[in-house]
């Protein structure tokens, strides 16, 4: 096991035990000194330390955010417990900070953190049905990071663990982040030859199928590629309907999801009820389950709902707004 070299200090005089500067990386990668910055760089230390119990969360969640790409790889191949550390980091911070800190990572080491966060997982879904886990493993709050990297790098993820991993299983599992609006140009993007795409979907065993219905652009394509197979083109058809009512749902609960991120506020019942007056109450609940998924609505605000959207009167958000007035 390399245990590492420990410094008091590294050259933007941070020490073993304080947090590290916020701006560390902008400040490293805008200077003429950088290589020698970096080679003063004791973040690696610092979460060692934070292993052994020495060293405080918060110091050790800075190193972790601010660790330079080539120290975090070396980090990570020493043990399996680092392993562990960086992946539990990687589900724990904004998103947009880790997907930065893993599109810097190599194939090899994203593939690793994804095969141990893949078993946590599924273990986690075996054993913890209460946690109602939804079905795949990018729809969790602390995978949220994957759908970050660039699409360019998810594409070359793929093929690595295609043609170096020999993993169709693993592989098959991203398709889900490659956007609908360009899966067409998958095969470019990747690198992979029809063939090589077909055996990837198939990886996807009993999950092939849920997958148009995880994104339902990538429907027309799973088509044409399977044109010359009986079976799962029969299968394929028959999901059409499905498939289009799918994406119905998809694309209202995505502008409400926008409407909410864009205003940072909850969506009012009568704004609800005006988006979805008019769909078929089964449609419209298949859109509040997916909204209460998203977190955008609570469990009495779905059943409120429903129940206007089915008896037609509005005595509920009538009483739901006096109830919200005369509160403390």
């Known amino acids: 096991m390399t245990s590492g070299i420990r410094r008091p200090t590294c050259m ?20 003429r000194w950088q290589t020698r910055l970096v080679e003063s760089c004791i973040a690696p230390e610092k979460l060692r330390q934070f292993q052994r119990g020495k060293n405080s ?12 790409p080539g120290l975090m790889e070396s980090f990570i191949r020493e043990t399996p417990e680092h392993l562990e550390l960086v992946r539990y980091f990687l589900g724990t911070q904004r998103p947009e900070d880790s997907g930065n800190i893993a599109a810097k990572l190599k194939p090899t080491t994203l593939c690793e953190i994804f095969k141990a966060d893949f078993k946590h997982f599924q273990e986690l879904r075996r054993t913890r049905p209460d946690l109602a886990m939804r079905g795949n493993y990018f729809l969790q709050k602390t995978t949220a990071y994957w759908a970050r990297l660039p699409v360019n790098q998810i594409c070359d993820l793929i093929a690595y663990i295609v043609r170096t991993e020999k993993d169709m299983a693993t592989a098959a599992q991203f398709i889900v982040l490659v956007p609908p609006s360009i899966i067409s140009k998958f095969p470019e993007l990747s690198g992979l030859s029809e063939q090589e795409e077909r055996e990837l979907f198939i990886g996807l065993g009993g999950d092939l199928y849920s997958l148009p219905l995880l994104s339902p652009g990538i429907y027309d394509h799973m088509l044409k590629l399977f044109a010359d197979d009986p079976e799962t083109s029969m299968i394929l058809g028959g999901m059409e309907e499905l498939v289009k009512r799918r994406n119905t749902v998809i694309t209202i609960t995505g502008s409400m999801v926008d ?44 059943a409120t709902l429903l129940e206007i959207l089915k008896t037609g009167k509005l005595d509920y958000i009538r009483q739901a707004r006096e109830d919200l007035l005369s509160g403390p």
């Open 12 to 31: 933007l005089d941070t020490g073993l035990h304080q947090k590290c500067l916020s701006n560390c990386k902008t400040v490293v990668s805008d200077n």
């Open 259 to 302: 409407y909410y991120n864009k205003n940072n506020a909850r969506l009012s019942l009568p704004a609800l009820y005006s988006e979805l007056f008019g769909i078929e109450v089964e449609l419209a609940a298949e859109v509040l389950n997916q909204l209460l998924e998203d977190h955008v609505i609570s469990a009495g605000e779905r």
């Open 57 to 68: 969360f918060g110091v050790a969640q800075s190193a972790f955010l601010q660790c330079d």
